[in-house]
């Protein structure tokens, strides 16, 4: 089995679809096909059923995929150990989002485009179960999570730091110089990003407890920040995503403690073996994460 022919089939496998496969790995499509029967043809049996337009995996396509990503991770740091002390290099596809994007990740890319040139890195804004199942997938190479739990299924995860959470308003709410119970809270407007990102389901659930509750939707930290700013609601925030408005007054954390901690996390495939730039990046991660905590 060649190389390349498993690197073909790894990628047609995580994506399902000879199309995006052959623009992801720069092939014209004949030839992501032909290297596939190619390595069907060697094996004696087909790895993929043909659904019309549609593909999925055979059994036997299971069974070969872990062995392909395995050797195909093995090449790689065959290849680093060779290269030996030279600069670090390769690509890595990482999953992040919004909040640790803007406010959390910032050292850390800047430290690589400085330091590490040869490292090159694609950042994919996505959420929750979108970043777990594009880690399992092998999508993305490593991803961030936001998350209350830190054991996740398919998945090997560093905790980096806990992530403190406020509840925010605008200057002179009427629940900012006074104790705030739970039950406060169902009886006011309240703003937040899209469903999916941990905080606010968890919130939600919180008040959904005691009365049913309706958010409003601004998409982004920015926007949900705006609003509150201009007297639009209250919002739970990642306190990292509203130190600054907090400093000069235009935001005031309202005296609510959430009874949910959530930590950011980096994680990637469970039985992955990370090449050397990979573990490089997982440990600034670690090391600058922690400074801001």
Do not use: N
Request: proline share 5%; charged share 25%; net charge negative.
């Amino acid at each position: 089995m060649e190389l390349r022919l498993l690197v073909t089939f790894e990628k047609v496998a995580t994506v399902l679809s000879f199309t995006r496969a052959a623009a992801e790995l720069s092939y014209a499509q004949s030839s992501v096909t032909g290297q596939v029967r190619a390595l069907e043809s060697s094996l004696g049996t087909e790895l993929f059923d043909r659904l019309g337009s549609r593909i999925r995996l055979t059994e036997a396509g299971e069974r070969l995929l872990p062995y392909a990503r395995q050797i195909i991770e093995l090449s790689e740091e065959a290849r680093a150990a060779v290269a030996g002390a030279q600069e670090p290099a390769g690509t890595l596809t990482v999953g992040t989002m919004e909040s640790l994007t803007s406010y959390r990740l910032p050292p850390l890319l800047e430290l690589f485009h400085h330091r590490y040139p040869k490292v090159r890195m694609s950042l994919r804004t996505t959420i929750g179960d979108e970043t777990r199942q594009a880690l399992r997938q092998g999508t993305y190479d490593l991803g961030f999570l936001m998350e209350q739990e830190t054991g996740h299924a398919g998945l090997e995860t560093e905790v980096l730091a806990e992530e403190p959470l406020v509840l925010v308003s605008a200057p002179g709410h009427a629940l900012a110089s006074k104790p705030v119970m739970t039950a406060d809270l169902v009886e006011q407007p309240l703003l937040a990003t899209e469903p999916g990102c941990a905080y606010r389901d968890l919130f939600e659930r919180e008040l959904a407890s005691l009365a049913p509750v309706e958010f409003r939707e601004f998409g982004t930290i920015e926007a949900t920040k705006r609003a509150a700013a201009a007297g639009l609601g209250i919002s739970l925030l990642p306190e990292v995503t509203v130190a600054a408005e907090l400093a000069e007054g235009s935001l005031v954390r309202l005296p609510w403690e959430p009874p949910f901690t959530l930590r950011t996390q980096l994680a990637w495939r469970a039985g992955k073996r990370l090449p050397a730039h990979a573990r490089l990046f997982v440990q600034q991660a670690r090391r600058l994460v922690s400074e801001q905590a």
